[in-house]
């Protein structure tokens, strides 16, 4: 029988790879916390954030390699760069290990498969808001760990205390003071940016609109056009009949806002926490509250925003970085966080904490985002942003009526969704 060289030499090939594989992993277990390999072995692992938490996250690094004795590399990564290069970069093993995602970027990361699975602790940490933002599909992929949300400042040097319902917005519309100089019989009183559907839909929704159904997971049923959506859009359009016409560019509004608040011209705006330093900087004497009730006696619903961590489901130590998702967001490390941030964290025992500080801007993102609506985490999500993108301005500007810009928005969204899933 004649012997087959080639499949001997296969062999051999193949166990020399095994061989350098086994070594290569034997020097990975030394534990050298320098190499940024991306959690190739056990006992090490890659934490990859953007520059502004590197700080935060090496502060409370040796702590949790004491705890747990996993050896810990930090590298510094842009958020979305490294959350846009996961289904390449994981792979590859040249994605880190764990990252931090926005609400609405982990359902579908899940979805696709490029995120490992996660288990909620059993402390209380977190109520069925918080766990309803990283789950899809019952599957639960990461841990809440940053609470934003739409909220109303107002400037304390105009007004003796904040507006609590739009009635009292109205009437600050009539208030001289507020008068916009170049162009009679508009006023700069109380400024919204809701061009944008991201600030718009707490309106919409506060009026019985909604994006998609079944607690936002039904794409078949887009709810921007109900009867209640269309007249939310109606009473932005009469602000928007109030306001400068700047307000109708969606390119400048932002700034236009902020110019006008951090110049002592605007009485209240709605804004996110995001904002606070650029006012605190700019010399506002600022407070902040909940956004005022709407006319139909119904509270804002903005989009519950926020940030969680995640773990890359190609990392080969799974078991350390679900340790350090329980880590990152225990009740220390989350009192931690808002002590060298200031932001909110999402821990309802830490969040109990901060809010008996009394701190005005994280009482007041706290109660809002109680009030608010989880953003919907499944991929066509995607496409309202690019449906809905003209739909106030539609309205607002005369082009259509509210419906036909509701009716509109939603066709573009339905062909959409039709077209691509």
């Not at 290990?97 to 579908?108: E, F, H, K, L």
């Not at 110019?259 to 010399?283: D, L």
Request: proline share 4%.
């Amino acid at each position: 029988m004649k012997f087959n060289w080639k499949k001997l030499a296969f062999i051999a090939m193949l166990t020399s790879l095994l061989a350098l594989a086994a070594c290569g992993g034997d020097n990975e277990d030394s534990g050298d916390s320098d190499s940024a390999d991306g959690g190739e072995s056990a006992g090490t692992l890659e934490i990859g954030v953007e520059a502004g938490y590197i700080d935060y996250v090496k502060s409370i690094v040796p702590a949790f390699e004491d705890e747990t004795g996993i050896k810990v590399t930090v590298t510094e990564r842009d958020l979305f760069e490294t959350l846009e290069a996961l289904p390449l970069d994981g792979p590859a093993g040249i994605a880190p290990d764990v990252m931090i995602a926005p609400y609405d970027r982990v359902g579908n990361l899940g979805q696709q498969g490029h995120l490992a699975e996660y288990t909620f602790p059993e402390d209380g940490r977190y109520d069925d808001l918080d766990k309803q933002q990283v789950t899809i599909d019952g599957k639960t992929y990461g841990a809440p760990f940053v609470i934003e949300s739409l909220i109303l400042y107002y400037n304390k040097d105009l007004i003796d205390q904040a507006p609590e319902t739009f009635a009292d917005l109205e009437a600050l519309a009539e208030d001289e003071r507020f008068a916009f100089s170049s162009e009679s019989g508009r006023t700069t009183a109380f400024l919204a940016n809701w061009l944008d559907f991201y600030s718009t839909y707490g309106l919409l929704s506060a009026y019985g609109g909604y994006v998609f159904g079944e607690n936002g997971t039904d794409p078949s049923d887009i709810g921007l056009n109900t009867e209640g959506a269309i007249e939310g859009i109606e009473y932005a359009t009469e602000w928007f009949n109030k306001w400068p016409q700047g307000m109708l560019d969606s390119t400048t509004a932002g700034n236009f806002i902020d110019e006008q608040f951090t110049t002592g011209k605007t009485a209240a705006i709605i804004g996110g926490p995001w904002s606070a330093s650029n006012y605190k900087e700019a010399g506002v004497n600022y407070g902040v509250s909940m956004i005022p009730t709407l006319p139909n006696g119904e509270e804002y619903q903005p989009f519950a925003g926020g940030k969680a961590w995640i773990a890359s489901n190609y990392a080969k130590d799974s078991e350390a970085a679900q340790k350090w998702l329980d880590f990152v967001t225990n009740e220390a490390n989350q009192q931690k966080l808002y002590e060298d941030k200031g932001e909110v964290p999402a821990n309802q025992l830490t969040r109990v904490t901060v809010a008996e500080a009394g701190d005005e801007l994280t009482t007041a993102v706290i109660n809002q985002y109680n009030n608010a609506i989880p953003m919907p985490n499944i991929p066509q999500m995607a496409e309202v942003w690019t449906g809905a993108a003209t739909l106030m301005f539609d309205a607002a500007s005369g082009n259509k009526t509210a419906e036909q810009a509701a009716n509109d928005a939603v066709d573009v969204i339905s062909e959409n969704i039709s077209q691509k899933y």
